[in-house]
């Protein structure tokens, strides 16, 4: 018998773009079957057939889809997608339960309460596995925007790519890559080309390799062998493919160490907000003084519209390792860098002197964000940073929670760049109580409209309103605008709650009476809203349903909210408008303006912000901006809405300077719907 032996380097430049896709399979009963079918559409797989481990098997496989076979195993299937369904939300993870409704007709449903996220079911003729798959994957793309392709690539390039192969039969030739061979210690690769590894075993792993080999020759394509590999647990995966047999051992995460990767953020490599949690708690125990910065990049948005998100994803990843190499360097105590949400990041300090914290923020952002460059082209982010310093007598909950509030507080503040948190514990907790009522608000018709009059600014006359929502609370009484949306962000529950205001909205104008006919209605429209590819025909559905007429409606959208997709946006708004709706950018001058971009939108108005209009009658330099947006807005066939405006002095110079319409405490507040009615029949 003849053999030759080949170590070959592993190029990451070459892969192909399939390679990158992994997916981790539990089996209880087909588990080789299965993984040799997946494999065959062209997935890595990466199998298990047991409960044991089985966060840790999958957050080691680098895989953005489980699989779950629940068949004949509905206790275990179930279970296992409990424990994988703790961070899918967060991690983007799609979980794909294969099920047989034929042996369970509520199986279906026991598997989304238990948090998968895709089924196919067996007892379905039509059942396919390939495009089941496909579905999840599609469902991980559009949750991380393509970002699942540079976690994987991530993954091959930190982890070691350990893998071998052989000719079946006769003058066996082997091929080792050259990561296995450096990794194999004492194993003397050299001399015993991969049978070194299988000397290395106890009696019982080489029991589990005979078993496995077995089941090769027994027409099985694909099969897994857990054991030790100097040291280290690994699985060892199987598959025989045109006359070789391949090899690849997958390192399984130690649930006894820090770096286990169920606490990871999957994109940036850094501690997720569990992981992070439960070391703040943990300090807090140990009576550490605990120094909290949160950061955030306030043009994030921006950046990712210039660049593409595969590059804002990469920006994400550079500033987490700058993060931690700065941190590791210039603090020499206890500390953790995590990855929160999107583009924020926090830094947690053990015992830092109170002192010191200001002069340590300043100098980290000024280091971390300095000379950033994406694709060759130098970036600028908007960087912001919120703090919050806390000891033992502080939640872990709390203490986060009033870094992220600062952070909030800094960003909506141009020129504070960092803002020490100032929220009471007792505050934060008032704002965690409305977070968990929220939903059961909604439902209980707590969330309430109020309409804003607007007025023709030369006569005086009434010509609509904005609509504002409002939580009537039982207990606390009427929350602001500000306060409903801050707790709806955290909540998750923005998209429902905007529903819910605009289809109340809607309703109540259209009860106006047939005198009012002629007023308009304003509506704000988020960014959540615009995102969805189907935005504008749900909102011309709402009108339908609500029996109001397009003509009288305005989207108002605030100028940054438009900036993240223009050309998405552009293409809704214009269908809208196509229908009859008009189109005004709210809080001009406050954010990003771009005359360029006013061109392409289909705009009927420019809304300039409150901010601007406040000191208009006494400052020669306010006036200047105010006319340059009106002379502006007039050039380009648009009308212009004042908002804020508080005085008759103001109202006046808005006049001389052409304004066709304004909002503002000098005519009225907001409203309720009964109180609108009334001041707009006596307006008439």
């Not at 569990?274 to 948005?301: P, V, Y």
Request: with cysteine; aromatic share 8%; proline share 3%.
């Amino acid at each position: 018998m003849t053999r030759s032996f080949e170590v070959q380097k592993s190029d990451i430049s070459t892969v192909h773009p399939s390679e990158f896709r992994n997916l981790f399979l539990l089996s209880f009963h087909e588990r080789d079957p299965l993984a040799a079918k997946i494999a065959s559409l062209g997935w890595r797989v990466h199998s298990a057939r047991r409960l044991e481990n089985l966060g840790s098997r999958f957050y080691s496989a680098g895989a953005m889809i489980a699989v779950i076979d629940v068949r004949k195993a509905e206790p275990q299937g179930l279970e296992a997608i409990v424990e994988l369904s703790r961070n899918a939300a967060e991690g983007g993870i799609a979980i794909l339960a294969l099920v047989d409704s034929g042996q369970c007709q509520a199986i279906v449903e026991q598997c989304f309460d238990a948090g998968a996220t895709h089924y196919l079911d067996f007892a379905d003729a039509g059942a396919n596995l390939a495009q089941s798959i496909k579905y999840a994957f599609r469902f991980v793309e559009n949750f991380r925007g393509g970002a699942e392709r540079a976690i994987h690539e991530q993954f091959l390039l930190t982890s070691a790519d350990l893998q071998w192969s052989a000719t079946l039969g006769s003058g066996t030739e082997y091929w080792i890559s050259e990561n296995l061979l450096a990794a194999a210690g004492d194993i003397d690769l050299a001399k015993y080309p991969v049978t070194g590894i299988y000397r290395a075993l106890s009696r019982d792993e080489k029991k589990r390799v005979h078993g496995a080999m077995g089941r090769l020759r027994d027409g099985a394509r694909q099969a897994a062998v857990p054991h030790q590999f100097n040291g280290r647990p690994v699985i060892h995966h199987l598959h025989v493919a045109g006359g070789r047999i391949f090899g690849r051992i997958e390192y399984l995460a130690n649930s006894d160490k820090e770096d286990n990767w169920t606490g990871r953020d999957l994109l940036s490599g850094l501690q997720n907000t569990a992981s992070a949690r439960s070391w703040i708690q943990q300090k807090l125990s140990d009576e550490s003084q605990l120094t909290l910065i949160a950061i955030g990049m306030k043009n994030f948005r921006m950046i990712n519209a210039a660049f593409g998100r595969h590059a804002g994803d990469q920006l994400l990843r550079i500033v987490g390792h700058r993060l931690m190499d700065y941190t590791q360097s210039h603090f020499p105590g206890p500390h953790l860098v995590a990855r929160l949400d999107g583009q924020n990041f926090l830094i947690v300090l053990a015992d830092m002197k109170t002192r010191e914290v200001s002069n340590f923020a300043d100098e980290l952002i000024g280091s971390i964000f300095n000379d950033l460059r994406l694709e060759g082209r130098p970036i600028n982010p908007v960087v912001r940073a919120g703090i919050a310093i806390g000891d033992s007598h502080s939640s872990e909950k709390t203490l986060v929670r009033k870094a992220v509030l600062a952070l909030a507080e800094a960003t909506a503040a141009d020129a504070v760049p960092i803002k020490f948190s100032t929220v009471s514990e007792a505050d934060v907790h008032l704002e965690e109580i409305l977070e968990g009522q929220l939903a059961g608000a909604m439902g209980r018709g707590e969330i309430v409209i109020a309409f804003q009059p607007q007025i023709r600014v030369e006569s005086g006359q009434l010509v609509g309103a904005e609509a504002l929502a409002r939580w009537e609370h039982p207990e606390y009484g009427l929350l602001g605008a500000s306060t409903l949306f801050a707790v709806a962000e955290r909540a998750g529950a923005m998209e429902s709650l905007s529903v819910q205001i605009h289809k109340q909205a809607l309703t109540l104008a259209a009860s106006w009476p047939e005198s009012l006919g002629f007023l308009r209605l304003s509506i704000n429209v988020t960014a959540g809203d615009l995102a969805p590819a189907a935005f504008d025909e749900d909102m011309l559905r709402r009108i339908d349903a609500a029996g109001f007429a397009p003509k009288r409606l305005t989207l108002e959208i605030t100028e940054s909210e438009l900036i993240g997709n223009l050309s998405s946006s552009a293409e809704k708004l214009r269908r809208l408008r196509d229908a009859g709706i008009c189109i005004a950018i709210d809080d001009f001058g406050t954010g990003y303006s771009s005359l360029s971009y006013l061109k392409e939108l289909p705009v009927d108005y420019l809304k300039i912000d409150s901010g601007l209009t406040g000191d208009i009658s006494g400052s020669a330099k306010d006036q200047v901006v105010v006319r340059s947006i009106i002379d502006m807005a007039h050039s380009l066939h648009l009308s212009v809405i004042a908002e804020g405006v508080e005085t008759e002095a103001q109202l006046q110079t808005l006049k001389e300077q052409g304004c066709e319409f304004f909002q503002g405490f000098l005519r009225s507040g907001p409203l309720s719907p009964d109180e609108f009615e009334a001041f707009a029949l006596r307006s008439n």
